[in-house]
């Protein structure tokens, strides 16, 4: 069973809302933290936002503020990534990754990855 599994994608129109969940079927660090990313192709993955699993501190990607947030169910051990606003330029895949939460929340090089899910959002 692959540890991390994206869900909620699709197509909607601009200004509309998502809610993206991660269901994180293994813990894979003593203390992790769970990350939302997501590509466009041809560009770098680009950090969205992320939870410590440990305290539940959040942080939100500068391009995002004010229009996504992130929650969770420790009972169902799913992350949830609510899109309000959203824009043609949200459209891309969108990912969740796990690494431990003191390394860097940004960088793409690190922690383990899901498959990913479609967002597109039409203008």
């Known amino acids: 069973q692959e540890p991390l599994v994206e869900s909620g994608g699709g197509l909607v129109q601009s200004g509309g809302s998502l809610r993206l969940s991660c269901a994180v079927s293994r813990i894979l660090f003593r203390a992790p933290a769970i990350m939302w990313f997501r590509q466009v192709p041809g560009k770098e993955r680009e950090f969205v936002g992320g939870m410590s699993w440990r305290d539940d501190t959040t942080r939100l990607g500068n391009s995002v503020k004010g229009r996504f947030a992130i929650s969770r169910d420790n009972a169902k051990r799913t992350l949830f990534l609510q899109m309000n606003g959203l824009r043609p330029e949200d459209t891309a895949v969108y990912y969740c990754?796990?690494?431990?939460?003191?390394?860097?929340?940004?960088?793409?090089?690190?922690?383990?990855w899901g498959q990913g899910t479609q967002v597109t959002v039409s203008s």
């Open positions: 990754n796990q690494r431990p939460v003191d390394d860097d929340w940004t960088r793409v090089d690190l922690g383990t």
